[in-house]
């Protein structure tokens, strides 16, 4: 069984367009998190939730807004696409987030292409 | 600003050597170091995660030790085999919180 699965694996689509990515993890973790990957394989923290509470709101542009319905679902909603948008976003997972020196779990990623 | 830096040029070594990998910093204190694995088209794996207060730790054919002087963390998979070719990322995050900033990763390419 897949611990933290994303749909959908590849989007592409036009700038301007609003798209939406959805995380979803059974490992029963309470705090999830987005990343960005760009092209050079830095991989940078967006957003971070635990049990539903936003805890970690890196410098994103506010097109980027993330939902957590639950704290075993993540979603990461973007408006009006743009070119620098295309990377690959991966969520992720651990449990706890008060204290340091969690593992964290990830999927397999959302490669977001921008025409 | 903080700074983690890791070799970005590949590392191509011979299958039954040891792979060595460096984790530089600046301008921060981490409390926890992780080392994670990632494949081509795959999210990261964790590997191991070492404290501050330790100075080594070791899982299996991995090796990972920990210096707050030097600021630096090294990395040794022993008795590589060309399955251990990935990309390695380090990743340091302070006492309070889970929020991990990671290094621009290794890769290791190990030829039989």
């Known amino acids: 069984d897949t611990a933290v699965s994303q749909t959908p694996k590849y989007l592409v689509t036009q700038m301007g367009n609003d798209k939406s990515i959805k995380c979803e993890q059974n490992l029963g973790h309470d705090t999830m998190y987005w990343y960005k990957q760009d092209s050079k394989k830095f991989l940078k923290i967006m957003f971070s939730?635990?049990?539903?509470?936003?805890?970690i709101n890196e410098t994103v542009p506010n097109r980027f807004s993330p939902k957590s319905p639950d704290k075993a679902h993540l979603n990461l909603h973007i408006n009006s696409l743009e070119l620098g948008d295309s990377a690959v976003y991966f969520c992720?997972?651990?449990?706890?987030?008060?204290?340091?020196?969690?593992?964290?779990?990830f999927g397999d990623g959302t490669r977001l292409s921008i025409l | 600003s903080q700074k983690i830096e890791q070799n970005s040029e590949a590392l191509n070594i011979q299958e039954g050597k040891t792979a060595t990998l460096t984790c530089n910093y600046t301008?921060?204190?981490?409390?926890?170091l992780q080392w994670y694995r990632q494949d081509p088209g795959r999210g990261p794996v964790f590997l191991l995660l070492i404290r501050e207060n330790e100075k080594e730790k070791r899982k299996e054919r991995l090796k990972v030790t920990f210096d707050t002087t030097l600021k630096q963390s090294l990395f040794h998979i022993t008795a590589s085999q060309p399955a251990d070719s990935a990309t390695y990322l380090c990743a340091l995050s302070v006492a309070a919180g889970n929020k991990l900033t990671f290094g621009g990763g290794t890769r290791v390419l190990v030829k039989p």
């Open positions: 939730y635990n049990n539903k509470e936003l805890i």
């Open positions: 301008n921060y204190s981490p409390a926890y």
């Open positions: 992720a997972s651990s449990q706890g987030a008060r204290r340091g020196g969690q593992p964290q779990h």
